[in-house]
């Protein structure tokens, strides 16, 4: 599963954003708790809802007292129930247990995800710790889920080791794409993820495991005609999601993709991973072949320029969330937010597009009926 915290707002436009989703019957109202005093009121509306929060906040000194998260899963994993039930345990670890918080579940994707608005001001006045909250966001849900990250990340080692890598930059590419950061030390390999070590693996056993490249083996064979029979059946301009500027590497990954890209990954369990010293497009890439535990260099497969459209600027996302601004206008909207898996792509890539199908979103909302308690 996944956390994204967005960064803090002046206002309480997370509230505005998630009532027009519902309002167009593209999410639920999942519950509002703590709202104390407006117990009282017959009718509630949504404007109740950001007064209450503002009274709240405007007893301190912080300026920007909005909190706004979202806690999705691996497709539909996990029901709205289910994830209500874990976004308040999560608020309860957070720090947010009993502050006044609306629970949204959106429904118009291909990914189950909540929304939960709260505020960072307590009923003292007081801001609630906000300390190494990108990392503890992670602990709290991985508690929750019953996920030991340094048991995970044995595993994936091991998992990586047993691909076949031609060098330890290929292997390197291989953990950044099952979500870790790396870094060399007294070597040792540190596998990287919510901001602590999880792991390590001898640079020794890691040589031990390289193979040379096999340019006439015939997998490579498969993979050239997997390219050349889909390039001109999907669309290949690019939607450049985001650019590790941190990543320690001369040519540091771009995470980015297209209608091509994702039916490689879909149909064929083939991952791309992209890189450049460039912010506009990647110059070469590396691919990731699950099916034959196996790194391709991207060139001996199929040239970069067949495939990679010049960026579609209209249709970037900085990650994986986008704001419907066609619905919601409003001033000093702050899009960024804290990613809490640093610099890594996550525990999986999870996409969150708006289905804008109607027949699709149709039979989502079917999908989405109550469910029996």
Request: aromatic share 12%; hydrophobic share 35%.
């Amino acid at each position: 599963m996944k956390v994204i915290i967005f960064n803090s707002q002046r206002s309480f436009n997370g509230v505005i954003y998630n009532i027009a989703k519902v309002s167009n019957d593209r999410a639920e109202f999942m519950c509002a708790e703590n709202f104390h005093a407006l117990g009282i009121l017959r009718t509630i509306m949504p404007q109740d809802y950001i007064d209450y929060l503002m009274s709240i906040s405007a007893a301190s000194n912080i300026k920007k007292p909005q909190f706004h998260a979202v806690i999705s899963c691996e497709h539909e994993k996990k029901n709205k129930r289910e994830l209500t039930d874990i976004a308040k345990q999560w608020l309860q670890k957070l720090g947010y247990g009993a502050q006044p918080y609306l629970i949204f579940f959106h429904y118009d994707t291909r990914v189950n995800h909540v929304h939960i608005v709260s505020c960072r001001v307590n009923w003292n006045g007081k801001g609630i710790t906000s300390s190494f909250e990108v990392f503890r966001a992670y602990n709290h849900l991985n508690e929750i889920l019953g996920i030991d990250p340094k048991k995970k990340a044995l595993q994936d080692s091991i998992k990586a080791l047993s691909y076949k890598y031609s060098s330890r930059m290929e292997f390197i590419i291989l953990l950044y794409s099952m979500g870790y950061n790396c870094k060399i030390k007294n070597n040792f390999l540190s596998l990287i993820r919510y901001g602590r070590v999880q792991n390590e693996v001898s640079l020794e056993k890691i040589y031990t495991n390289i193979t040379p490249y096999d340019r006439s083996s015939k997998r490579e064979l498969e993979l050239k005609e997997i390219f050349s029979e889909n390039l001109h059946k999907y669309n290949t301009t690019i939607h450049k999601k985001k650019y590790l500027k941190n990543f320690k590497l001369s040519s540091p990954p771009i995470i980015c993709t297209s209608e091509f890209i994702m039916m490689l990954k879909n149909n064929y369990n083939i991952q791309l991973i992209f890189h450049g010293n460039n912010r506009l497009l990647p110059t070469h890439y590396s691919i990731i072949d699950h099916h034959s535990k196996a790194i391709f260099e991207g060139s001996e497969i199929c040239s970069i320029a067949e495939f990679i459209r010049p960026v579609n600027y209209k249709t970037i996302t900085d990650n994986i969330f986008e704001l419907d601004t066609n619905k919601i206008q409003m001033e000093d909207i702050d899009y960024g937010f804290k990613d809490t898996t640093g610099v890594s792509i996550g525990d999986f890539n999870i996409e969150i597009y708006e289905e804008n199908d109607p027949q699709v979103l149709k039979q989502r909302r079917k999908n989405k009926k109550p469910i029996s308690q």
